[in-house]
């Protein structure tokens, strides 16, 4: 002991200390700054809204397919929408009807 009351570390105490600092202040900069740390958070959260707002997109497209699909069953086909595919397929038409093509720009 000195005077002052403080004892004298050996060195081997030392570096169990510091190298328990070192981590101690690694796990803290990964809490911040990690992969999964506070400041990651923000940048999770916009992903999770522009994928969820993908998901949305991508249910309406998938239903109107589904509804396309159902409006083809062979037993009970849509009229209107057999006429479409054949038309456009096909190229196909009824013998009282005009075509007229437009140019594209």
């Known amino acids: 002991m000195t005077k002052e009351g403080h004892r004298i570390a050996l060195p081997r105490e030392k570096l169990t ?3 328990a600092l070192a981590i101690l202040l690694l796990l803290g ?4 700054a990690g992969p999964s740390g506070f400041l990651a958070w923000g940048e999770n ?3 999770r809204d522009e994928r969820q ?7 309406q497209e998938r239903d109107k397919l ?3 699909v159902a409006l083809l069953d062979p037993d ?3 009229p209107d929408l057999v006429g479409e595919l054949l038309r456009t397929n ?4 009824h013998p009282d009807e ?4 437009l140019e594209s720009k």
């Open 17 to 19: 200390q510091g190298v």
């Open 29 to 32: 900069g990964l809490a911040i």
């Open 45 to 47: 959260l916009r992903l």
């Open 53 to 59: 707002a993908r998901i949305v997109q991508l249910e």
């Open 66 to 68: 589904r509804n396309r």
């Open 76 to 78: 009970n086909a849509d």
């Open 90 to 93: 096909h190229n196909v038409v």
């Open 98 to 101: 005009i075509v007229i093509s």
